[in-house]
Each structure stands twice: as C-alpha cells, then as structure tokens.
C-alpha cells in the first residue's frame, strides 16, 4: 500500500486548507487536496492525524486554539452553516453566559441530522454574515436581534448591546435599524439598552 500521498503538493494543499479551520479538515477536504480513505486511515493509524468524529480529523502536531468546539461544529454541520445565537454571543465576548450547545443557522434545505448541534433553519442576507475568528458568523446586530428573540435573559441582551457599542463592534445606527427591522421583543429590549448608552 502506498502510505504517501502522490505528492507533496498533496499534504501542502491539506496543510492550507486546515490550517485556517485551527487544524481541523473533513474528509471531503483531504480527498479534494488527494489523499484516499486508505491514506487517511493509515495517518490516523500512525497519529499524524486524529479521527474527531467520523468524516472530521485534525492535525495532530497542530497547536491548539481557542473555539475548536465551533469549528468542529461548523465542520460537521457543513460549508453553508454560520455560526449564531448563544454561540456567536460568546465568539464575539458579549456574554458571559456559556452555551451549553453549539448553535448554528442552516439554509432551508440544508441537513438536519446533527443531534449534537443546536441548528436553526433561516436565510441570512450577504450583510448579516462575516468572519471572527477564522469562523463564518452572523453579525453582531443581527446575532443579538436572533438572541432577544429566541428569550436570553433581558440583562444579557442589554449587556451585549451595551458592549458591542464600547468595543465599537457596531454602531448604534447599525442596531437601531436592525431592531426596528425585527419588531417585538428585539425592537424593545434593544431600543431600550441604546436609549441607556446614549444618556
């Protein structure tokens, strides 16, 4: 069996491709970059790589870093899942509350069947997504319109605004808009935190 893959280019391709996902890769993308199964099998055998879950591996020499449970996360959820809710609260350090699940919004049509993951099914727009972290995410207004909505307690939703705004994360132009666009309970909780920042 040949153990190596059939080049260099092979490993280098793989290396760049998990080395912006803190190490981790999925077996889509390592027989993309050219590796076989049999060749992965053989890295996990030999400890190179370690077998996170199945069709999700990691680096094993990679140095660790903060939110792999994300990145695992979204890795396992697939390429089109954004980080959101609880999770992005955290990502951001807006929260001290600690989710106790992984959230993640999915596209309609998207997959389903990770009972492990918290996922919910909803279109985000091209301006209510970004990158934190080396992650995809929603937004901060449009992370902490999903918050109020789905019930965080009000005096976390208050504090995230209010820091978001201290740390220059948004703007309060950006988080007004984005509450009068939701309505109900996002609209009051955060119309009432910005009405606080500005007084």
Same mark, same amino acid.
């Given at each position: ?51 996170? =879950?199945?069709?999700?591996? /990691? ?5 660790? %870093? &903060?939110? !792999? ?5 979204? #890795? ?36 389903r =069947?990770?009972?492990?993951? /918290? ?5 985000? %727009? &091209?301006? !209510? ?5 080396? #992650? ?18 009000e ?28 309505g109900?309970? &996002? ?13």
């Amino acid at each position: 069996m040949n153990s190596k893959p059939s080049n260099q280019s092979s490993h280098e391709a793989l290396y760049q491709v998990a080395g912006q996902q803190a190490g981790y890769f999925t077996a889509t993308q390592a027989r993309a970059s050219g590796y076989s199964q049999r060749q992965l099998t053989y890295y996990v055998k030999t400890h190179r790589f370690k077998r996170i =879950r199945p069709g999700i591996y /990691r680096m094993s020499q990679y140095p660790s %870093s &903060a939110n !792999e449970d994300l990145v695992i996360a979204w #890795l396992e959820a697939g390429p089109t899942a954004v980080i959101s809710h609880e999770s992005a609260l955290a990502l951001y350090e807006l929260s001290d509350a600690l989710p106790s699940e992984v959230h993640l919004i999915i596209p309609p049509k998207a997959s389903r =069947r990770h009972p492990s993951l /918290r996922l919910h099914t909803n279109r985000l %727009s &091209a301006d !209510e997504t970004t990158w934190f972290g080396g #992650l995809p995410v929603t937004t901060v207004p449009r992370t902490i319109m999903d918050v109020a909505v789905s019930g965080l307690a009000e005096e976390l939703v208050i504090q995230a605004v209010h820091q978001a705004i201290q740390r220059g994360l948004t703007t309060i132009e950006s988080l007004r808009a984005a509450a009068e666009r939701r309505g109900g309970r &996002a609209c009051h909780l955060v119309q009432r935190a910005l009405q606080e920042v500005i007084s």
